[in-house]
């Protein structure tokens, strides 16, 4: 079955760091843009980042751009968020999404959680 499970989320203080990563298992991982997206409570949830097939067309939030960086590993059939100079707006649930860019179909993660806490 395809599977997406993301890890990492937890608390840390503000102007910390953490990295998201999400396993992926049951689909051509290649044939897929990436995509981080978190919702906060009472928010729509919002696009964070996406990477393309091939690790190199990267798109941010201008929320957090230049705080985060989006990267996969093609071998590992892994994506990533490192999360630096974190605020307390971050705090949210991140997912982790696969796009196959046609026909409408999307894989999504379970979520993990990320709060930004003093």
């Known amino acids: 079955q395809v599977q997406l499970v993301e890890s990492g989320g937890g608390l840390v203080q503000p102007g910390g760091s953490l990295r998201l990563s999400c396993t992926t298992s049951g689909f051509v991982f290649t044939n897929y843009v990436m995509k981080w997206y978190r919702q906060a409570p009472g928010k729509e949830r919002e696009l964070v980042a996406s990477?393309?097939?091939?690790?190199?067309?990267?798109r941010y939030n201008d929320a957090v751009k230049g705080r985060f960086t989006i990267s996969r590993d093609n071998h590992e059939d892994r994506l990533f968020l490192q999360m630096n100079s974190l605020k307390p707006e971050d705090t949210a649930v991140y997912y982790c999404?696969?796009?196959?860019?046609?026909?409408?179909?999307?894989?999504w993660g379970q979520g993990t959680q990320v709060t930004v806490s003093a």
């Open positions: 999404n696969a796009d196959l860019g046609r026909d409408n179909i999307y894989y």
């Open positions: 990477v393309g097939r091939v690790g190199r067309d990267k």
